[in-house]
């Protein structure tokens, strides 16, 4: 059974419209269940009704004809139900409804699945047959499994078939995600795409047919060169047939069958990448499907071959893109890197399918004050090339083919915002602190340099988080010593005197470096941050010295070491600092000693902070992290950010306890995690007793805001009161309300885009 759902499944994916889905659908289940009928219900979104919408067994004539609404006949009940029904007589069923146009009367066993995607019920997958039996138990679940899984694939080409209607029409449609970093961009979509994915073009028409074919020819050339030289560099370690594998790829590459089949594509007008990712799949698919298992381990060689010829492909496409005003990026899953292809002043929004709002792209984007939407799970994104858009990053949503009235609605909060931000220019020389003049230290997040000169006109008043990595990301092979000098110098003496704080490199996670790939099944729980430069120490300690030698003169510079899980950890990285300094000594450098402190973000952290506090000169918690560990909810999923909740009981618990066990030992205690640019957040933290709140240059002066709005003992009742609550949404609405009862409301969401709430 797990072979015909493995297969069923990856034809589905293959197909190129919901029709095609649903006939594969209905036709191979019905062949393998060995069943008369299979049909496919699908909820109409404007009705609500269940309509059937293909079918192998009843009349062809029904399809578009049945509809039910829900609760209605077998079909609406088992929508209704959320759970499959199984009849050895369908008839007798008090909820049987007959519909002659189906000529269903001459059949009596039937099952029905529901068809759920998050929650949701998109349908309804029928199977029957003549005689009265029950289905059994191993049919019953092959059923449910494969409605579970075909669900995602539903309701993708759902909204793929809608759009392509919409976009014919120009007509708008909305598709929802998770607001990931606030503000509104109008603009027009650019994809990025995975560059080496065959299941990852987008589809997409080309009027240069000529250019097109041009490029595919270069394309594959270079891609033979490069098997070639290959081939050449292993001759002496190949064997024979390994020699005539490599000669057959380059056959493959040559002039032949499928190049034909390729050029053939692109002159109906199909782009080359797009042309070659579907010759080759369906390559790929021929492979797999052998019964030899030889031929079947080749598909992965083919799939190869293939990636090899798109990579160079969308160089050259790369190379001749320029990108409009008012781009947003859309891509399946974006990474941090892509945001250094686009001049910032060309960028205006970005769109991922995959992700959350504390994925590191998004952290970056609300760093640079980019709106984005992450999660935007049921967006065909390979479709929306060059189609104009609007991205509403305070609540997640976008809007394709936006029309007058809508672009209106925005244009308004855009000049709220515009005005908000006048509003809250005068705050960048006002003293951080109370009404009654609590004083609290007001830091920034940067990572690219162009956040620096947006960070000073703000107000910060030093860097509580550099996130190294971010440099890293940006290049293809680890940057020299001499290179991370020279780009920590630029930082450091920027913000002199105010103290900067550099993070040691934290890679791994979804921060991948693509000349350090590290595959992992868990990779939050992997080779993640200090764990990766404690087993590479000549990156440690290549990192620190560049650090320390970029200070020389201006002596602003603190370190810090991510991802520290116990004690031992810390005396491993310190005796390297160490090391790193006198060497510098010894080599003439006259600089002081930076302060070391560490982050506290994984859980073992906050029940050791004592012990740690006691050996180190700061401590800054991650709460971005911290909340991952402690909740068991990856930050990068969109499919369980609805219960990440940095405001949960169990997270501020331990926020408090490691500020208080930090002060008991004389540790300044910081934070830089995203609650910290989080207003209500901000005034708990406050509460707290945090000594030091690092955020991005974004939302620092909304906070600051906040915090000259308070007294301190206010804040500490309002800490008590929210101590006491019992769970993550209590507490946020008593802090919505808090803020309101203040009248900044405004300041966590423009009022105009709180009103289109709904719309
Ligand atoms: C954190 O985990 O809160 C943090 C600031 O680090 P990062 O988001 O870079 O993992
Ligand atoms: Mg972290």
């Known amino acids: 059974m797990l072979g015909s759902l493995r297969s069923i499944v990856q034809e589905v994916n293959t197909a190129r419209d919901l029709h095609s889905v649903l006939d594969i659908i209905v036709r191979r289940v019905r062949d393998i269940m060995h069943t008369k009928v299979c049909s496919v219900y699908l909820r109409d979104k404007q009705s609500g009704n269940y309509v059937l919408m293909a079918t192998q067994g009843l009349n062809q004539d029904a399809v578009g004809q049945v509809h039910l ?58 199977v029957q047959q003549a005689e009265r039996r029950r289905f059994d138990e191993g049919e019953e679940a092959f059923l449910v499994t494969l409605s579970a899984q075909l669900a995602g694939v539903i309701a993708h080409a759902e909204a793929t078939g809608a759009l392509a209607n919409m976009g014919q029409q120009r007509n708008e449609a909305k598709f929802t995600g998770l607001a990931a970093s606030p503000g509104v961009a109008i603009g027009r979509a650019h994809i990025v795409a995975p560059p080496a994915n065959l299941a990852a073009v987008p589809f997409a028409c080309t009027m240069d047919v000529d250019g097109e074919l041009a490029l595919f020819h270069q394309a594959l050339a270079a891609a033979r060169d490069e098997i070639r030289d290959v081939g050449e560099r292993l001759k002496n370690d190949l064997n024979k047939e390994e020699r005539a594998l490599f000669d057959a790829y380059i056959s493959m590459l040559d002039d032949s069958s499928i190049a034909v089949e390729v050029c053939e594509r692109i002159r109906q007008q199909l782009t080359a990448s797009r042309a070659w990712a579907e010759v080759m799949l369906e390559h790929v698919r021929r492979f797999e499907a052998m019964s030899d298992s030889y031929f079947r381990d080749r598909a992965a060689d083919v799939r190869d071959l293939g990636a090899r010829v798109l990579m160079h492909l969308r160089q050259q496409e790369q190379s001749q893109r320029e990108y409009p005003d008012n781009t947003v990026l859309v891509g399946e899953e974006l990474t941090a890197s892509v945001l250094a292809d686009v001049p910032r002043e060309k960028l205006a929004g970005l769109i991922s399918v995959k992700g959350s709002a ?111 990595e971010v440099p890293f990301l940006l290049r293809d092979r680890f940057p020299s010593e001499e290179e991370q000098r020279e780009i920590y110098r630029e930082q450091l003496q920027a913000f002199a005197p105010r103290p900067v704080t550099m993070r040691t490199l934290d890679i791994g996670g979804d921060k991948a470096l693509s000349y350090f790939p590290i595959e992992e099944t868990n990779p939050f729980l992997g080779w993640r941050g200090i764990r990766v430069t404690l087993d590479h120490p000549e990156i440690f300690l290549g990192q620190v010295r560049a650090m320390m030698k970029a200070s020389l003169g201006l002596d602003n510079l603190r370190i810090m070491l991510p991802m520290i899980s116990g004690v031992s950890e810390l005396e491993a990285a310190r005796k390297l600092v160490d090391r790193a300094y006198d060497e510098l000594l010894d080599e003439g450098f006259n600089i002081q000693r930076p302060p070391l ?102 939302n620092l002066p909304r906070v600051k805001a906040a915090l000259r709005e308070v007294n301190k003992s206010e804040l500490d009742q309002l800490l008590q009161q929210v101590l006491l609550m019992e769970s993550p949404e209590q507490i946020e609405e008593k802090l919505r309300g808090y803020l309101q009862d203040l009248g900044i409301g405004g300041l966590v969401q423009p009022q105009q885009a709180e009103a289109n709430s709904g719309s």
Request: charged letters at 20%; aromatic letters at 6%; hydrophobic letters at 45%.
């Open 597 to 698: 402190g560490i982050m506290i973000e994984v859980p073992s952290a906050v029940y050791q902070a004592r012990e740690l506090a006691k050996r180190v000169d700061f401590m800054s918690v991650g709460s971005n992290d911290l909340t991952q560990y402690l909740l068991a909810v990856d930050r990068n999923n969109s499919r369980v950010a609805g219960i990440y909740h940095s405001f949960h009981p169990a997270v501020l618990q331990a926020l408090l306890q490691v500020v208080t066990a930090g002060h008991e030992t004389n540790t300044k205690v910081g934070i830089c995690g995203e609650l910290a640019g989080d207003p209500g957040g901000a005034l708990l933290l406050v509460a707290m007793g945090y000594d030091v709140l690092s955020m991005n240059a974004t």
């Open 358 to 468: 504390n994925s590191h792209v998004a952290i970056i984007a609300r760093a640079m004050g980019v709106p984005a939407v992450m999660g935007a799970q049921e967006l065909p994104w390979e479709q929306v090339d060059g189609v104009d858009l609007v991205v509403d990053g305070y609540r997640g949503e976008l809007h394709i083919h936006p029309g007058p009235e809508l672009k209106r609605r925005y244009d308004a909060i855009v000049e709220e915002e515009r005005e908000l931000a006048r509003n809250l220019d005068h705050l960048a020389k006002l003293p951080a602190e109370t009404a009654d003049g609590h004083r609290v230290r007001m830091w920034v997040n940067t990572g690219l340099m162009a956040g620096v000169v947006r960070s000073l006109e703000r107000g910060a008043e030093g860097v509580g988080l550099y996130r190294t």
């Open 69 to 126: 609404a829900p609760g209605e006949g077998l079909v609406g009940n088992v929508a209704t139900r959320e759970e499959p029904i199984n009849l050895e007589h369908a008839e007798a069923h008090p909820a049987f409804q007959y519909f002659p146009a189906t000529g269903e009367e001459r059949f009596s066993a039937f099952l029905g699945t529901p068809i759920i995607h998050h929650r949701n019920v998109l349908g309804v997958l029928v």
